[in-house]
């Protein structure tokens, strides 16, 4: 059989316009001795060779590789327009390809041929005999079933495509029915199969989908993988806000406690459409009857002795008509001996007017601040508000950097009324402040009776009997064979779920005393949350069977983040893990990392419901509280809005940050570790310097720190740094928190100005530009704290850059630049002054500490 190379166009068309040869056609030539079979090949041209073709011309191939069959002989045609091959052993059923070539390793075509012609793919079994007929074999009508099989597709593993693969087999099945509407009864049919599909495929391959962080469907696989690489899963946050309750003079020293005798805990509510009532006080049975979904509860953490005086204090301003408390203030003066005052105590400083009009309206709700008092002293002072002035007491409060005012609050302001000043109290102090947090209590203890049998006991848990197990597993003693092997049950698998959701999970606050008044914390620490150490609101009491009743065990179960770090082997402790619907669902321990619950008991929670954004209310929505007391409240609401209020951590976030936390270095081991972790600790450090020093005895790693808007580094802020860095200093370093060294300037300026500039003027811009101080736009000076850090060398250019850009001045000369009372260290010559890595300079310019910098001014010109 002859095996063409190229179309009848293609040969034509080369014949008629090239002189180039070609391969036209390739025979398997019969042979009369079988051993010879299908080893000559004979080739026909296109045209007459000019040249004869040589034996290292020709090559054999199997997919692009040489075939090992050599060409042993070229016997030349009658015509030289043929020529036969005979090879060195024939060739399988594979296909081959013969190619012409002077170079197979350059890939050297032969020149006057045709580079796609000289090539050709043909086969040494292309007319071998078969046994095998080619003619379809007839169908036999036993298996006439078999072709009614539906094709399955293997790739359908989702709901998706087995839904589409199931209205394809109808279509086929029923061509007339065309309803694609999802109310449709076959629809429903369809997305039920499709969904029980989708569900079958997940559990046939739900091993290999769980077993890594990237695949993985389930939150809870998520959350574990995650802690594999020291990465905790949040499941949300509850929202805190501040609320102020006043009471009359009968109510006076009242106590409205967190949880009453009964073991009722107070609720706060927001308002709702059911209860029509005005007083903003309601019993536990109007609290049952009236309560909506729709209305959120906040419960109090902790007591609160409330005061009538305390509804609304007074700001004493020193006879100041105008005045004002200024940003990042830290004290001020109330009117009045307000004895029942106490440190710790959390107050809210209030703007009740617009400092401008004067009226309700127009006061800025965002002028609202929560405080919480440091220190409290008595003094007198004069009463200006009477043309006749008279000693009035007053109370002088002050409240820790952290709670600084973020914002100038006026206190009084005085207006044109009816062409007369009259002075208006724009802002004022209210007491009676009360920590609240999102969350509802709910307790299955309430629901239990002494008189029910144990198999009544039933509670929020689901299962809330713990299975008793039904394998066992033999132990044979290592000291002696022929002892009896120690029988060990197998512990059950018991991972109830909670039936209410979504479970509040909050950071706890820890105090000893009831109302909190031990609690050294300012009110910004008390009502933001950190969500890595939150811990689900919930603890489990466990009941056993003791003949025809039940016994409540005193210990109580209570839940950790972590069992591997947070548990012994008798700890009664267990883990809270979240679905991705919210359900919350008990781990125990194994009796390694905390104790396993006992087979046969059952378990009673106590728990919170109420979590995430919904809790964020905004100010003013807190207007009801249920308890059983008899105090007589006025008026209670949130002045400022629920805040920290968060959803859970969804999965892939989880994939996206918990890679990268696991590559946070979590050590500090040289100096610029510790810089970058004291930062990491502290938001309100600007720079940081840290240095390693022998002490004597060991190594100690001394941290100076300069906090934003020139803080001092106090006692308890030092503590908290220390305490930070902690976990990531190394063994042996001790730790040491030093103050920035300030280092006081001497600048002496020599200023020429316009003459019709005032001298006046002009200094105080000079003064005010090159102050510490924040100016009127906004800006700050050039030595704010703000704007030098340690080591920063400070410019000569620069300070003449600043001066010569104030309007009016002419000329600037600056004839002294050194470190204060240093000569040796002037900067006139060098341009600049150069400052160690814990120096930071200094210009206050006061009077009363010239250590820390002055500045001296002389004008020239001007008015």
């Known amino acids: 059989m002859k095996i063409f190379c190229c179309t009848e166009n293609r040969r034509r068309l080369i014949e008629a316009t090239t002189d180039l040869n070609g391969i036209d056609y390739i025979e398997v030539l019969p042979a009369a001795l079988m051993e010879d079979k299908q080893k000559s090949l004979q080739i026909t041209f296109l045209r007459s060779l000019v040249n004869p073709i040589e034996t290292a011309q020709v090559f054999l191939s199997i997919e692009g590789q040489w075939s090992g069959i050599v060409i042993e002989e070229i016997i030349s045609g009658p015509s030289n327009q043929s020529i036969t091959l005979n090879l060195s052993d024939r060739g399988d059923f594979s296909i081959y390809t013969l190619h012409l070539m002077e170079s197979w390793e350059e890939q050297e075509f032969i020149p006057g041929f045709d580079k796609q012609l000289s090539s050709i793919e043909f086969s040494f079994k292309v007319s071998c005999f078969t046994d095998v007929d080619c003619k379809p074999a007839a169908i036999n009508c036993q298996n006439e079933e078999l072709l009614n099989i539906p094709e399955i597709n293997y790739l359908a593993k989702d709901y998706a495509s087995f839904k589409q693969l199931l209205l394809d087999r109808l279509s086929l099945l029923m061509p007339d029915w065309t309803e694609r509407n999802a109310a449709d009864l076959g629809i429903t049919l369809v997305e039920i199969l499709a969904y029980v599909g989708d569900y079958l495929s997940y559990r046939q391959d739900a091993i290999s989908t769980e077993a890594y962080l990237r695949t993985a469907r389930k939150r809870i696989s998520v959350r574990r993988h995650a802690r594999l690489i020291d990465y905790y899963m949040h499941d949300g946050l509850n929202a805190r806000t501040w609320v102020q309750i006043q009471v009359d003079e009968e109510s006076d020293r009242a106590i409205l406690k967190k949880v009453d005798e009964t073991g009722f805990i107070t609720k706060f509510l927001t308002k709702g459409m059911a209860d029509k009532s005005d007083t903003a006080l309601m019993s536990k049975i109007q609290f049952d009857s009236t309560f909506e979904n729709s209305q959120l509860v906040f419960e109090p953490v902790h007591d609160i002795q409330l005061f009538s005086a305390h509804n609304k204090m007074s700001f004493h301003n020193y006879g100041e008509q105008n005045c004002c408390l200024p940003k990042g203030a830290t004290e001020a003066t109330l009117v009045g001996r307000l004895d029942d005052l106490k440190i710790n105590d959390v107050l809210i400083l209030e703007e009740i007017i617009g400092p401008k009009t004067g009226a309700t309206v127009d006061a800025n709700p965002d002028h609202r601040h929560a405080i919480k008092i440091t220190d409290i002293s008595f003094h007198t002072d004069f009463d200006f508000t009477d043309t006749l002035a008279e000693v009035i007491d007053i109370t002088l409060i002050t409240w820790s950097e952290e709670d600084a005012l973020p914002f100038p609050l006026c206190t009084s302001t005085v207006l044109d009324v009816e062409d007369r000043d009259q002075v208006f109290e724009v802002s004022v102090a209210r007491g009676n402040v009360v920590l609240v947090d999102h969350g509802h209590s709910f307790s299955d203890l309430e629901g239990v009776n002494d ?193 920290g209020g968060k959803k859970p951590e969804t999965k892939e976030e989880v994939r996206q940050y918990a890679p990268q936390a696991f590559r946070t270095q979590e050590r500090a081991v040289i100096t610029s570790d510790y810089e970058e972790m004291a930062k990491r600790c502290k938001e309100d450090i600007q720079s940081v310097s840290a240095k390693f020093r022998w002490t004597g005895s060991w190594q100690t790693a001394f941290i100076a720190a300069d906090r934003l808007n020139g803080k001092k580094v106090t006692p308890e802020w030092e503590k908290e740094l220390r305490d930070c860095l902690q976990k990531y200093r190394l063994a042996g370093v001790d730790l040491e928190v030093d103050d920035p060294e300030y280092v006081g300037l001497e600048i002496d300026l020599e200023v020429c100005i316009q003459p019709n500039s005032f001298e006046v003027d002009i200094q105080r811009e000079i003064s005010s530009v090159l102050s510490n101080q924040t100016l009127k736009n906004g800006q700050k000076g050039f030595f704010h704290p703000d704007q030098l850090v340690f080591g920063q060398s400070l410019y000569l250019s620069r300070i003449y850059a600043i001066v010569q850009a104030v309007d009016g001045v002419v000329s600037v000369n600056i004839t002294k630049f050194r470190r204060y009372g240093l000569i040796s260290s002037s900067g006139l010559d060098t341009g600049k002054l150069d400052f160690g890595k814990n120096e930071i300079p200094r210009l206050d310019n006061d009077p009363n500490h010239i250590d820390m910098g002055m500045l001296k001014l002389r004008i020239k010109g001007g008015r």
């Open 451 to 643: 008189a029910f049998p144990f198999e009544n006991v039933q509670g929020s848990l689901s299962p809330t009997l713990v299975p008793t197990g039904t394998y066992q597993y033999a132990i044979a003693s290592p000291s002696n064979r022929c002892e009896p092997e120690t029988i060990m049950p197998v512990l059950p698998r018991f991972n109830p779920k909670l039936g209410a959701a979504p479970l509040t999970h909050s950071e706890r606050l820890i105090f000893a005393e009831t109302d909190a008044s031990d609690l050294k914390m300012s009110a910004k620490k008390m009502i933001r949350q950190d969500i890595r150490n939150t811990i689900p609101s919930i603890y489990l009491s466990e009941v056993v069977e003791t003949g025809s009743s039940f016994e409540i065990l005193d210990d109580i179960w209570i839940a950790v983040k972590d069992l591997l770090i947070d548990s012994a082997i008798l700890d009664t402790h267990f883990v809270v893990e979240n679905d991705a619907d919210g359900v919350s669902y008990i781990r125990f321990g194994n009796d390694h990392n905390g104790k396993s619950p006992d087979p046969g008991s059952k378990f009673l929670a106590n728990y919170r419901i109420g979590n995430g954004t919904r809790g964020n209310i905004g100010r003013n929505s807190i207007e009801k509280v249920v308890n059983n007391t008899t105090i007589n409240i006025v008026r209670i609401t949130n002045p400022m809005p629920a805040i």
